[in-house]
């Protein structure tokens, strides 16, 4: 990780991306979302360039922990709207992004 960036800010900026991105149903219609998995190459390309130190590092493997960690969260988010009832909205976000 690049050493001038605040590793608090950008903590909670990395929170914030993946919330975002499995909630966004709630203020978009699923049907105008971009397939899931062309959104996360996206973003780790996105995250890359503002993360990745000028000497290079190991992106890759920087990609594929934050996709795993995004699945994760994604997956939990999923349960909590199917466990809370918003089975429809569930299935409607499930459907696009797969």
């Known amino acids: 990780m690049r050493q001038d960036l605040d590793l608090e800010i950008t903590a909670h900026l990395l929170g914030v991306l993946p919330y975002g991105q499995v909630t966004i149903a709630e203020f ?5 979302f971009s397939p899931f998995p062309v959104v996360m190459e996206a973003l780790a390309t ?3 360039r503002w993360l990745l130190p000028e000497d290079g590092g ?7 922990i934050f996709c795993q960690i995004f699945a994760a969260a994604k997956e939990r988010l999923l349960e909590m709207r199917r466990s809370s009832g918003q089975a429809e909205d569930v299935q409607k976000g499930e459907e696009k992004w797969n």
């Open 28 to 32: 978009q219609s699923p049907d105008r």
């Open 58 to 64: 190991n992106s890759e493997a920087g990609k594929q």
């Open 46 to 48: 996105l995250l890359n």
